[in-house]
């Protein structure tokens, strides 16, 4: 069973930055995909950014191309997702998740492993 673990949330004001983190204690984030989503309050779980196991691929959601990167470190067992020109509309609970196999993906449901989020308020 693969556990992810995120971190970084936080109150930020808008215009503000932020960089969250995921790691995987006991495991190893080599040859999966990770993703970052994020739910707002009464709203569905929507992807945010992804990276292949190789870093070579990252996707991002056009909310947040241009003011997120997400960067791996599979040494360190983290990815992680720098946040920067923050606004209330990126305010949400950020998952991150993983998944095996070639491709990456933007649906949730193609992810096997969830960690338990973290929560970003980004006050106007």
């Known amino acids: 069973q693969v556990q992810l673990k995120e971190s970084g949330g936080g109150l930020v004001q808008a215009g503000g930055s932020l960089r969250l983190s995921c790691t995987t204690p006991?495991?190893?984030?080599?040859?999966?995909?990770v993703g970052w989503f994020r739910q707002a309050a009464g709203q569905e779980r929507e992807f945010v950014a992804r990276?292949?196991?190789?870093?070579?691929?990252?996707d991002y959601a056009d909310s947040v191309k241009g003011r997120f990167t997400i960067s791996r470190d599979n040494d360190k067992k983290t990815v992680h997702l720098q946040m920067r020109s923050l606004r209330p509309e990126d305010a949400a609970v950020y998952y991150c998740?993983?998944?095996?196999?070639?491709?990456?993906?933007?649906?949730?449901?193609?992810?096997?492993?969830w960690g338990q989020g973290t929560q970003v308020t980004v006050s106007s």
């Open positions: 998740a993983s998944r095996s196999g070639l491709y990456g993906s933007r649906d949730l449901r193609d992810y096997d492993y």
């Open positions: 006991g495991g190893s984030f080599n040859g999966y995909h």
């Open positions: 990276i292949g196991w190789s870093s070579s691929t990252t």
